[in-house]
């Protein structure tokens, strides 16, 4: 199937599941800007994510060894709570900007598509003579 984007296996860390998009073969130049932006959106998102769960990452194993050092060599579910409650709070801030920039970039993805469809919907009409 060449007409459609295909969809990999989700990254190890990102767990974002990678997009291969499809180009047309007459794409147009509101395809084109459509597909960059998605394909920009979708870079811009694994890139995020990656840097986050990479830094949990690091903190959890730092909290693991922390607790280690005290003795204590298998953590609760409680102690590991703490640990997640912590590591949000710290990166509350982070999160409400990527929520919102994720908003303004997904509001322009709508609105190239909303172009696309238009003129798609303006090209059958003149095929038609409508």
Known sequence: MNNVDSVGPPDPVSNLRPIKYH???HES???RQLRLKRIEVAKWNHEFWTNHNLRFIKEREAYKKCLSDKGISTATADQMSE???DFLDRN???HMTYNFEWYKKNITIVRLMMNKNMFKAIQWIKI???
Do not use: A, D, N, S
Request: glycine share 0%; proline share 7%.
């Open 92 to 94: 509350w801030k982070t």
């Open 128 to 130: 038609f003579k409508f």
């Open 29 to 31: 130049l509101v395809e």
């Open 23 to 25: 180009i047309p073969k």
């Open 83 to 85: 640990f997640y409650k």
